[in-house]
């Protein structure tokens, strides 16, 4: 499974936001810690594992490819609350 979204006009603050937010409220561990390029993995109670592959480049370009996820859980959910995440850092 490979699907990518692109967020543009991610700064490295805003995206220690959204990892910080994600890591928090959702239990997602990010490998290696405190990397712009990487995976980040999360638990989806009774559902299965979300498995992103992310990397944020130097022009404030933000990638995330899902790497595995359950059935049960729509790519678009999974776009939605990464949008999401970044628009609340972005205040």
């Known amino acids: 499974m490979s699907s990518a979204n692109t967020w543009n006009g991610v700064t490295p603050e ?11 409220d959702h239990g997602t561990q990010y490998e290696p810690p405190g990397a712009d390029k990487g995976t980040a993995t999360t638990q989806v109670r009774a559902v299965g594992t979300i498995v992103l592959g992310f990397e944020l480049d130097p022009g404030g370009a ?30």
């Open 62 to 91: 933000l990638t995330d490819t899902i790497q595995k996820k359950p059935l049960l859980v729509p790519e678009s959910q999974i776009w939605k609350r990464i949008d999401s995440a970044i628009s609340a850092c972005r205040k």
């Open 14 to 24: 805003i995206f220690a936001c959204v990892k910080a937010g994600s890591a928090r």
